[in-house]
C-alpha cells in the first residue's frame, strides 16, 4: 500500500495569505502546504480522503490519473471545497463513489445540488455515487476500512485505519474506545496544527502525548499551520519516530 501526502496544511495552507510569520516566506519546499488530503493506492484501486480547495493542482503535482472513491472526514471547507474538480475523472469511470456520515452527506448534497441531482443534470457536471457510513467497517477494493470516531472540538467527525494504518485529521479528542481501535499501527497519521494549545485541534505536544500512548511504529504530522514554526527546525526535537509530513513526501506500508 502506498499513502501520498497530497497536501498537509491547516484550513488556509502555507503561506497564508497577509500573514508576516516567518514560515510565510520560507524558500524551503517543505514549507510550502497545501490543505490537507492524502492519496492512497494497492491492489490497483485508489481512494482519496478529502478534496479539498487545493484539489486540482494536488492532481497536476503528483500526476494522479484514476480516483475509485472518496472519503470523507467532515464537511468543513478545506476538507470538501474541491468537489467540483472531480469532473474529469468522473468522465473517464462515471460516477464517483464517495462515503461520508450522515451529516456530511447532507451538507455536500446541499452545498454541491447540481451534482447530486439526479433529475436535469447539467451537461458536463459531476456525478456521484453517494454511500453513508458511521462507525462500522466496509469494504473497498478488497481491504477493510475502519472509520475512527474522533472529536473535532464539540464536533463529531471520521478518520480512517486501513491495515495497519491510520489517517486522523482535525482532532482535539478521542474515545478510549477509538483508542482501542488504534493499538498496533505501523504508521499513525495525525494533526499538529501549532505550538500553542487550540480548543478543536491538537497542538504539537498534544500529538506528540498522544503518540506516546499509542506507540505506533512511525507517526506523521499533519494539518500544519504557519504557526507551527519551519519544517527542517521542528523536525529536529520531535522524537525519533515521529516526522512532519509534507507535500508530495510517499511511504510505502
Not at 502555507?14 to 514549507?31: C, Q, Y
Not at 474522533?150 to 495497519?164: M, N
Not at 519551519?230 to 512532519?244: G, Q, Y
Amino acid at each position: 500500500m502506498k499513502v501520498t501526502f497530497l497536501g498537509t496544511g491547516t484550513s488556509q495552507g502555507i503561506p497564508m495569505l497577509l500573514s508576516d510569520e516567518p514560515v510565510n516566506f520560507s524558500t524551503d519546499p517543505k514549507d510550502k502546504r497545501m490543505r490537507s488530503s492524502i492519496f492512497i493506492e494497492w491492489d490497483g484501486f485508489s481512494c482519496l480522503i478529502d478534496c479539498g480547495a487545493d484539489f486540482r493542482m494536488q492532481m497536476l503535482a503528483n500526476k494522479v490519473t484514476a480516483i475509485d472513491a472518496v472519503l470523507f472526514t467532515h464537511e468543513h471547507s478545506d476538507h470538501i471545497a474541491g468537489l467540483d474538480d472531480i469532473r474529469p475523472f468522473c468522465y473517464k469511470k462515471g460516477p464517483m463513489p464517495v462515503y461520508a456520515m450522515q451529516r456530511v452527506m447532507d451538507s455536500l448534497a446541499s452545498r454541491y445540488d447540481y451534482i447530486f441531482t439526479t433529475k436535469n443534470r447539467y451537461p458536463g457536471a459531476a456525478a456521484v455515487l453517494p454511500t453513508i457510513i458511521n462507525d462500522v467497517p466496509f469494504v473497498l477494493g478488497n481491504k477493510t476500512i475502519t472509520p475512527i470516531k474522533v472529536h473535532h472540538g464539540g464536533l463529531p467527525i471520521l478518520g480512517y485505519k486501513i491495515d495497519e494504518f491510520a489517517y486522523l485529521t482535525d482532532v482535539k479528542t478521542l474515545d478510549n474506545s477509538e483508542l482501542e481501535k488504534l493499538q498496533n499501527l505501523d504508521v499513525l497519521v495525525i494533526n499538529a496544527l501549532r505550538i500553542e494549545e487550540h480548543p478543536t485541534h491538537l497542538s504539537l505536544q498534544e500529538a506528540i502525548d498522544l503518540v506516546a500512548v499509542l506507540t505506533p511504529k512511525k507517526a506523521y504530522f499533519t494539518h500544519i499551520s504557519h504557526r507551527l514554526g519551519f519544517h527542517e527546525e521542528v523536525s529536529k526535537n520531535l522524537p525519533e519516530n515521529v516526522f512532519l509530513s509534507y507535500d508530495g513526501l510517499s511511504i510505502d506500508l
